[in-house]
């Protein structure tokens, strides 16, 4: 039977060691599987565009340290949507800057009054 892989990896172990590492601070217990196993499927992770955050998140949610035990993980996640308050997220992930307009104070001030006498 053949089997179908991903190009050339265009990941590198380096960015791939930051992922792990990230997981490897806060895992608790530590994972029993080779810190370089982990690495190359975070590696095969990141070259099929998941997010960093989105790997962590999944490495702490498998029972199983497996290319496909981890694609899983990530594949539930997306499905279920998963959002992960700040405070929980790895130390390098930095938010992605939003393209939103702020309303003035005063605007914000008079819309959360009008909210508070239509509540009922």
Not at 10 to 20: I, R
Not at 34 to 40: F, V
Not at 59 to 80: C, G, M, Q, V, Y
């Given at each position: 039977m053949t089997?179908?892989?991903?190009?050339?990896?265009?990941?590198?172990?380096e960015?791939a060691g930051?992922?792990?590492?990230?997981?490897?601070?806060?895992a608790?217990?530590k994972?029993?599987?080779?810190?370089?196993?982990?690495?190359?499927?975070?590696?095969?992770?990141?070259?099929?565009?998941y997010?960093a955050?989105?790997?962590?998140h999944?490495?702490?949610?498998?029972?199983a340290?497996?290319?496909?035990?981890?694609?899983?993980?990530?594949?539930s996640?997306?499905?279920?949507?998963?959002v992960r308050s700040?405070?929980?997220?790895?130390?390098?992930?930095?938010?992605?800057?939003?393209?939103?307009?702020?309303?003035?104070?005063?605007?914000?001030?008079?819309?959360?009054?009008?909210?508070r006498?239509?509540?009922?």
């Amino acid at each position: 039977m053949t089997e179908l892989h991903l190009n050339e990896p265009v990941t590198t172990t380096e960015a791939a060691g930051e992922v792990v590492d990230a997981y490897w601070e806060t895992a608790n217990p530590k994972p029993v599987a080779p810190y370089h196993k982990i690495r190359g499927i975070v590696r095969r992770c990141m070259d099929a565009e998941y997010r960093a955050d989105e790997i962590v998140h999944a490495l702490h949610n498998t029972d199983a340290f497996t290319l496909p035990a981890i694609e899983f993980a990530l594949r539930s996640a997306r499905k279920k949507g998963s959002v992960r308050s700040p405070a929980a997220r790895p130390p390098f992930w930095k938010p992605e800057p939003e393209n939103e307009t702020r309303l003035p104070q005063e605007d914000a001030l008079n819309q959360i009054r009008m909210m508070r006498t239509h509540r009922d």
